[in-house]
């Protein structure tokens, strides 16, 4: 940033925002839904950190967990299915001046949208994406989704499901470029609140996987971890070096207990938009001259047509 | 012996030469014995001459040599390697030896006609008196390019985004939705749109819609002084307008040029600064406004002005041009300030004596005195070893003194400009140093002495082999003092007289010298050099001293009774005050928002300020919403305590259904 007065003289008005600010609608989740615990964490955040609402974007998929935006008083992006990612790429390609968050659930982001996953982490762009894995298809009542356990009994797999869960940690973090992964459970408000925001002031793409509960088709299925502390490994007590990311990769596969916490970190890696930011503005004419070329493309000149 | 000792005693404490006993060295063209090995520069490897490349980074500047070894580097292996080894080699020594001739000069690819291809092209340089200015205009010319870069960058995106905010303006105005203006935006020329049924249909659909007058002002004037500004090149400027210069050789010009831009240098600082607001939609005109038109000198930072060069020569430092560099240097303002000094071993007029460096001493205690100052002194041979520490100081956001000797006198003795820069500095007559106010809180931490020779000791001490007059080969280690680089100056060949071969020399102090057929000589020095010599190495000790980080004092021995005393014990941290089990409470920060409790009544249960549940109003639910809450709650959070109604109806089951929660 060029500097020519200090930034002080600029904010004369002081800027403070409250949760109200930043709220928008009733949510429309079931009581019990993990999705309100991490709505409450993110909304606390964006007050906590200033976040001016029209310098905001949420953008998401399908799904339970795609509603997201529609609770929150900035701007928002309700996506396709599993389409989520490539959508944030694109707002943060054009306007890097936004706070990017990604909201998509365990269906979304790891069934349908998983090649745009694999990538996004790959290409490293500057979000903050929450995968809300409430290991089921809960919108559409009840179907399997890749991180349901295997055995777990849905409209599509009467007889319990055959195959091993995915676990989108360890898949993440076998991603090249991976910069920062985390999980947090819904049930720990203080930690997930604390771990969304180390994801947000991470300069990359930082990825939170969050368990969540579904308290309509797997009621009482995290159960036996919210009971019992000692089933939560807290990776911030355990002498856990987040900057290891074979340590990282071992702690990912761990399904009980469930380790929360940063998994994994490295602030050193560059951001694509970084690595293709053009110092051409983007003018009318610029842009214009652009759409032109892209649309002389498919355009079949009558003349030519006619001679052909 | 007794008269020869008696001679040279007499010499070194008078000055006074004893014909036969002594000889004067004029004309033997003497140099100091561990120079013996540089005769002919042009034969050695070494840095210069340098090329001038069009790199931005440190790699500006490269040495011909270094060029050369990158290019044998890439050839592929095979048998023509050695012949284009032993080619590009001569060559490389042709041009050297042409430079320091003086018979060439330019560009190296005008010069270098060999295969293989090098890698870079540039003007060549060698170590003269050229070479302080042409380095510094060099590394000061990149520097602001990436500064101009920089600011272009943002300058181009301001200016459309304001152009952007007038041009929303236009299209929500009764011209802009005008028949014609939507006609010139459609692609159909055949008129089957009815523009002008669309015009009046906008017209009526939506009223027009301008901004605030004075806010189309402000954008305009911002675009006006964005597009207008002349301080840093590479854009388009107005028709016929030039970019400012901002190389200077006196410091009234450079003085004069600071005045007589600022008023526009605040305008454009004041334009970017508002357009940064307005272009965020962060412009409030009851609280911007005032603060912008008074917007001058003191609201302007200096990490965005281009910096000015001013390139100086010690010789030309007058009484007046001495005031101004003291302004400059004061102004905390970016200026790069080159002094070139071109003679180190001047003499004082007062003392009618030597008065080395005194000069440069005297710059660089000012600059290092004003302690916000960049300071880099440095003698010209040493520069491209500095690169980055000269870069560093150009970057620096503030002033910048560089303190440059050339080595290119009058009256050395024969020697090139490159040995007597380097030899001034190995004989600590003129230290490197640097002082960097933004590299740590104190002195240690800012001043670095790194690039001297041997920068622990008083002398550098240098191994020095020669064959005796039993042509036995002794070697010993020699001191390089400031005698030895006054040596090289024959202005002060009357300090010095030699002890003709077979002559003693006892305890009188001596320097060993060769002539110009390297045979060696031993030389008487006069104490007045000597005397100069202390002072020299007096200046030194106060150089290492001054970067030297101080000792922290010394903590005081604690009491006895202290050590004796068990340290009291901390007190216990005291519980948090527990509810009496009675009263119900929620452990409000584990509530993770499920809207169970708030559902089952929300006068009972609201949201705090992070949206957490807490018990409001006990009075506005009964014991049973309580209980209910609890059971409902996943965390199991809510502790419904005891009933405040006894007379509720099913209180004893409520109270069973509660236990779980106590």
Not at chain 2, 241 to 255: E, H, R
Not at chain 2, 294 to 308: K, N, V
Not at chain 2, 321 to 326: D, K, R, V, W
Request: glycine share 6%; net charge neutral; proline share 7%.
């Amino acid at each position: 940033m060029n500097d020519f007065t200090p930034e002080c003289l600029l904010r004369l008005h002081d800027e403070r925002y409250e949760l109200e600010d930043y709220q928008s609608g009733v949510p429309r989740w079931c009581s019990g839904c993990g999705d309100n615990a991490i709505l409450a964490a993110v909304q606390r955040l964006c007050r906590d950190e200033r976040l001016r609402p029209e310098k905001t974007v949420f953008v998401s998929g399908i799904g339970c967990s795609s509603r997201f935006p529609h609770y929150m008083n900035t701007y928002g992006f309700h996506g396709i299915h599993g389409r989520a990612l490539p959508v944030a790429e694109g707002i943060r390609m054009a306007r890097p001046d936004l706070d990017v968050f990604v909201n998509t659930g365990d269906g979304d982001c790891c069934s349908i949208g998983a090649a745009h996953w694999i990538h996004a982490v790959r290409y490293n762009m500057n979000m903050t994406v929450l995968l809300h894995d409430n290991l089921i298809y809960g919108l559409t009542k009840k179907q399997a989704s890749p991180t349901s356990p295997r055995g777990t009994k849905s409209n599509t797999t009467p007889r319990g499901a055959y195959l091993e869960a995915l676990n989108p940690l360890t898949v993440t973090l076998g991603v090249q470029n991976v910069s920062f992964v985390a999980q947090a459970v819904d049930w720990m408000p203080e930690v997930l609140y604390e771990l969304v925001k180390a994801a947000f002031h991470h300069k990359g793409f930082s990825f939170v996987r969050i368990l969540q509960r579904c308290p309509e088709w797997l009621p009482n299925y995290f159960d036996p971890w919210m009971k019992d502390p000692k089933r939560i490994l807290r990776l911030d007590q355990s002498g856990h070096d987040a900057s290891n990311l074979d340590r990282a990769r071992e702690v990912a596969s761990r399904l009980d207990p469930i380790p929360v916490g940063i998994l994994y970190r490295n602030a050193a890696l560059p951001c694509y938009e970084e690595l293709r930011r053009s110092s051409k503005p983007r003018t009318a004419e610029l842009i214009r001259a652009g759409l032109e070329a892209e649309l002389d493309k498919f355009t079949v000149w009558p003349q030519a047509a006619q001679k052909g | 012996m007794h008269s020869e000792l008696n001679a040279q005693l007499a010499f070194h404490l008078t000055g006074m030469r004893s014909a036969g006993e002594l000889e004067p060295v004029e004309g033997l063209a003497l140099r100091p014995a561990l120079l013996a090995g540089y005769r002919d520069l042009t034969a050695l490897r070494y840095d210069f001459p340098l090329v001038f490349t069009d790199k931005s980074d440190s790699g500006f500047v490269a040495p011909l040599s270094q060029l050369v070894d990158e290019a044998l580097r890439d050839c592929p292996p095979g048998k023509d390697t050695d012949r284009l080894l032993k080619h590009a080699h001569r060559r490389e020594r042709e041009i050297r030896a042409s430079l320091a001739g003086g018979r060439a000069a330019g560009r190296l690819s005008e010069l270098w006609n060999v295969p293989p291809a090098l890698p870079h092209d540039g003007e060549l340089a060698d170590c003269d008196a050229t070479l302080p200015a042409r380095f510094m205009t060099r590394a000061w010319s990149n520097v602001q390019a990436r500064k101009a870069r920089r600011f272009h960058e943002e300058a181009d995106r301001l200016i459309v985004q304001l152009a952007g905010i007038l041009a929303a303006d236009f299209v929500h105005s009764d011209e802009g939705r005008s028949a014609q203006r939507l006609a010139a935006s459609l692609a159909a020329r055949d008129g089957s749109f009815d523009t002008e049924a669309m015009s009046r249909l906008l017209a009526k659909a939506l009223p027009e819609r301008r901004l605030p007058a004075t806010r189309r002002r402000r954008v305009r004037s911002m675009l006006s002084a964005l597009k207008g500004q002349r301080f840093f090149a590479g854009a388009e400027l107005a028709a016929g307008a030039k970019p400012f210069p901002f190389v200077f050789y006196s410091c009234a010009a450079a003085l004069q040029a600071m005045r007589e831009r600022r008023p526009l240098f605040t305008e454009l600082a004041r334009a970017v600064t508002t357009a940064r607001l307005e272009a965020a939609g962060q412009y409030v005109e009851e609280r911007h406004d005032a603060l912008f038109e008074d917007f001058a000198d003191g609201a302007l930072s200096a990490a965005l002005m281009p910096d000015y060069l001013v390139c100086l020569n010690a010789r030309n430092l007058q009484a007046a041009e001495n005031a101004g560099l003291a302004e400059l240097l004061a102004s905390g303002l970016p200026v790069k300030i080159l002094v070139q000094h071109d003679d180190i071993l001047e003499r004082s007029g007062v003392a009618n004596g030597p008065a080395f460096g005194a000069h440069a001493r005297l710059l660089a205690g000012m600059a290092l005195g004003l302690n916000d100052v960049y300071v880099l002194q440095s003698s010209a041979s040493n520069l491209y070893r500095l690169r980055d520490r000269v870069l560093k100081g150009l970057e620096y956001p503030g002033a910048a003194l560089f303190s440059v000797f050339s080595g290119a006198t009058q009256y050395s003795e024969g020697l090139p400009a490159y040995l007597v820069a380097a030899a001034a500095m190995e004989s600590r007559a003129f230290p490197a140093f640097s002082y960097d106010p933004s590299a740590g809180e104190d002195r240690a931490a800012r001043f670095s002495l790194e690039s001297n020779p041997q920068p622990g000791v008083d002398w550098p001490l240098h191994s020095f082999a020669y064959e005796d007059a039993e042509h036995q080969r002794v070697r010993q280690d020699l001191p390089f003092t400031l005698a030895d680089f006054a040596a090289c100056d024959r202005r002060y060949a009357g300090y010095f007289a030699r002890i003709p071969h077979g002559h003693g020399n006892g305890e009188v102090p001596s320097l060993l010298m060769v002539d110009r057929d390297d045979g060696l000589q031993k030389v008487i020095v006069a104490e007045p050099l000597m005397r100069e010599a202390r002072r020299c190495l007096d200046a030194w000790h106060g150089v290492q001293a001054f970067g030297k980080r101080e000792a922290p004092p010394s903590a005081p021995p604690p009491p006895v009774e202290a050590e004796k005393a068990v340290p009291a014990a901390k007190p216990a941290p005291e519980p948090e005050k527990a509810p009496a089990s009675d009263d119900p409470y929620i452990e409000t920060p584990r509530c993770t928002t499920c809207e169970e409790c708030v559902k089952i009544n929300n006068r009972m249960f609201v949201y705090d300020a992070n949206k957490q549940a807490t018990i409001a109003d006990l009075q506005a639910g009964t014991y049973r919403e309580l209980v209910e809450a609890a059971e409902s709650c996943q965390v199991s959070i809510i502790h419904p305590g005891k009933p405040r109604d006894p007379a509720e109806p099913g209180l004893e089951e409520l109270l069973q259904r509660a236990e779980a929660f106590r």
